[in-house]
């Protein structure tokens, strides 16, 4: 008789115990992945560079366009704010641009694996 049988797991403990096998399959299988690929680490450094790059060239164009903006309503401001704040702004807007050469060694720099780098007193890049 069904009610003699004992009461099975709920639908929200199947829905857990599904998610659980199913990240540990995947965790398992991305595993397996990256050791087939010997250049996994390299591809990931490459990607990892090209996304702090295009970071850099964002906020660098925020603030050209910012600067620009400034310059062009360089009267206007002037006359409703004085020159004093003015250059405080403009001043405020440089620091704000990302420094390209930091942000350039930082993105190449030598993770602590040895791989690959800079080097930095020389005009010699390793690749």
Known sequence: M????????TRAVQKKNSKARLASDR??????ANDEDPDYQLHKKMRLSHAKMAIIKSQSDVVSLQLKLFSDNKDTFVESHGIAEYNKKIVGLLGKLPDPVVNL????AVDGDGDEGLVVDGDEAEA
């Not at 069904?2 to 797991?9: E, F, I, N």
């Open 2 to 9: 069904c009610s003699d049988l004992s009461p099975g797991q």
């Open 27 to 32: 965790a398992a299988a991305t595993s397996a």
């Open 105 to 108: 060694l930082s993105a190449t």
